[in-house]
Structures are given as C-alpha cells and as structure tokens.
C-alpha cells in the first residue's frame, strides 16, 4: 500500500497535474503480450476480465451519442508516462489513424478515469494517450468491418503500440474480447461537422505524434480551422489564448458562425498548399489537429 501511494505521487509530482486515472501507473508491469500489441491468446491485462455477471442484454446497449462538451483542462496538459511524452490535443478536431485496440474490465471497473467519471466497463467509453477530453470517436473493427460510437473520457494505453483502450461493452460488440486486442481505425466526430469532413488517408498512427489533417470543402476561400464550440464566448476565448501563444497568428484568426457552431479559423490562405503548410506549422505548436477548409 505504501509502495502504490509513493507511485500515485511521484506520477502526479512528475506530471504536474492529476490527469491520471487509478488504473495506469509508470511502475506498473507489461502484461506477457506479444511485441507487435496484438493479443493472440486471448490472455488478460494482469488480474483484468469479464466481469462475473455481464448484462444480459449487452449487445442492445446503446453506442455513445456525441455532443458538444467543455474539455477538462486539466487533461489537456503535456505529461510522461513511462519516460514517454505525450502532447494532448487542445481541441475537438479532424484525427483518423489506425493502430491497435485493446479493452480493461473488472480491474478498473468504477474508479475514477481522467475526466473524473467512474469507469463502467459496460458503458460505452474509451481511453486515448491524446485525444481531447472529452471527446466521440468512431471505432471500426478492420477485420470484421463492426463500428462502435464511443465517449473517451480517460488516458491511455500506455504500453506497447496500442492506440486506444475500449470499455468491456464496446470491445465485446467488435467482437474483439477473446483475441485481447485487435486492428481498428479511429476517427475523432467533430459535433456539427460531420456531413463536411471529407475523408482523408488512413496511416498507421503512433499516438502520440502521428496526426491526419484532412480537407473539407465549403465553397470557395481556403482557411485553417482550429476548433469549433457551441458558444461565442469559448470561441472568442480561445482565439485570444491563440493570439497570446502564437504571435504570428496574430491578424490571421476570425471566428465565423456555421451550423450552430463558432469555429476559429485561421486565413484567408492563397492555396490549399499554403493553408496546409500552415496547419502543419500549428499542428507542431499546439498539438492538435488542424482541418483545412476549402470554402
């Protein structure tokens, strides 16, 4: 008990802020899994599995339903795990990768995740090392082709090449509990969004680092879109906190009403080409993942 408490505050000493959940810690040992992160034995992480007594009617629970929510800023932080940087996204923005997926259960089975929620292994929740929180994605099985909607809400997974971390519900309907982990493709669902993101290249993706910047195209114009919000105040908030961190945006960025949403944009650019070098310059300043809008 001494020992896990001196772990619980060295973590929270080294990464300045307390983002992270019960169930992850630098001293924690590597389950037998092989190198490449994917599960052939179907074995568990440490004392992890099904619970003893699942719903029985697990297949009918609803997928998460995206909406827009405040992020919880002290999630958003850089941090280390495991002598591993990790740069949070800021923001609610365009991210598809593909990488492996695996699932904890009864373990860590109503402790606190990262946003501060009780982890239920039988809602339908994720974990990222990256991804702002929280945050909707969309997780499609590459071998079966099955997709789940779910709420990431924790960090995580933080051993081996593993992408993201799925609640026991969602892998179960992915049909990947008894392998342990598997192949999938994620992709972030911006609220509002989601009839103007046109579909970019999937990559194998290391959490971290590896970020997708897409293009969508509304008419005519090219700019850099930043984030969305479903107030003008967050908007206008956070292209000043913009304007302070990066002085060279400054005169660049305008916040537009679309959809119900206020996004902050960056532009106009002359072409695709510049706005894209532009979302990359951003991308490596901030951490997140830009949208390049063709409007």
Not at 7 to 30: A, N, Q
Request: proline share 7%; net charge positive; aromatic share 6%.
């Amino acid at each position: 008990m001494i020992r896990a408490l001196l772990s619980c505050i060295v973590v929270m000493t080294l990464s300045g802020c307390g983002i992270f959940s019960s169930r992850r810690s630098p001293d924690t040992p590597k389950p037998a899994q092989p190198s490449t992160g994917v599960n052939k034995s179907g074995g568990y992480y440490l004392d992890d599995g099904p619970g003893a007594s699942p719903p029985a009617n697990i297949d009918s629970i609803a997928d998460a339903v995206p909406r827009v929510e405040p992020l919880h800023r002290g999630a958003l932080r850089p941090y280390t795990v495991m002598g591993r940087n990790y740069v949070p996204m800021t923001a609610v923005a365009p991210y598809r990768a593909r990488g492996v997926a695996s699932w904890y259960g009864r373990r860590y089975h109503g402790k606190l995740t990262a946003t501060g929620d009780a982890y239920d292994m039988y809602g339908m929740s994720a974990a990222h090392p990256t991804l702002p929180l929280p945050s909707y994605v969309r997780v499609t099985s590459v071998a079966n082709g099955k997709s789940v909607v779910v709420r990431v809400n924790d960090r995580g997974p933080f051993i081996d090449s593993r992408l993201i971390d799925l609640s026991y519900t969602a892998a179960h309907k992915l049909g990947i509990i008894a392998g342990g982990s598997a192949m999938v493709e994620v992709e972030v669902i911006v609220p509002g969004m989601a009839a103007t993101v046109a579909a970019a290249p999937v990559a194998a993706a290391s959490p971290a680092t590896d970020r997708q910047i897409p293009i969508a195209t509304e008419g005519s114009g090219v700019h850099v879109q930043l984030a969305a919000f479903g107030s003008r105040e967050n908007a206008d908030a956070y292209a000043a906190r913009l304007r302070g961190d990066l002085s060279w945006l400054d005169g660049q960025l305008q916040v537009q009403a679309r959809d119900n949403l206020f996004r902050v944009l960056a532009g106009p650019y002359a072409s695709v080409a510049e706005a894209r070098q532009n979302a990359d310059k951003i991308s490596q300043a901030l951490g997140i993942t830009p949208l390049v809008v063709v409007k």
